[in-house]
């Protein structure tokens, strides 16, 4: 009995060890569609223009050539979900009919994206004088809460723990030359 619960007890823990240890690899497939090109994308278009601009596309319908799919697959263990993106260009007469986009951002989505960044950027400054405050001495109503995202928290400078008013200390000496 004791011979068999020893080698089970090993086999157990190396089982559960090495279940932590695997790498999950970043899988990335389709059709990467770059902003500048999707923005140029427009009704009226030939195949040969749809072409140049976003390349072939990755899966090719069969039966239907009127339609060109271009999809587009990311997933990493860093990303909670897997990024899903999909262009669909439909064709009448050899020239581009309309558009269906599912997720790939164009360079209007930038530049609104931008747009609103600064807008919230002026508002916390605004809100910050008005509760008189300066920008370099964060309060305590300034401060990100534990609920707060990420890029909020680590945008928060460290206090500086020597305020600047006070010079330096000297080194007391260096491996190099006297003390």
Not at 68 to 79: G, I, N, P, T, V
Request: proline share 10%; hydrophobic share 30%.
């Amino acid at each position: 009995m004791k011979r068999l619960a020893l080698p089970t007890i090993f086999l157990a823990c190396g089982a559960i060890l090495a279940s932590g240890c695997v790498y999950k690899m970043s899988i990335q497939q389709g059709n990467y569609l770059v902003t500048d090109s999707v923005s140029q994308l427009k009704e009226g278009m030939t195949r040969s223009q749809v072409r140049f601009l976003l390349g072939t596309p990755m899966v090719p319908v069969a039966f239907d050539d009127t339609r060109w799919d271009y999809y587009y697959f990311f997933s990493s263990r860093k990303l909670e979900h897997p990024l899903k993106r999909r262009l669909t260009v439909y064709f009448a007469d050899e020239r581009v009919q309309r558009i269906e986009n599912q997720g790939v951002p164009t360079q209007t989505d930038l530049e609104q994206l931008e747009q609103d960044l600064k807008k919230a950027i002026n508002a916390k400054k605004n809100d910050n004088k008005e509760h008189g405050a300066s920008e370099a001495e964060p309060s305590a109503d300034s401060k990100p809460s534990e609920n707060a995202p990420a890029a909020e928290k680590s945008a928060e400078a460290p206090p500086n723990p020597v305020p600047s008013s006070q010079p330096l200390p000297a080194p007391s000496g260096s491996p190099s030359g006297p003390p």
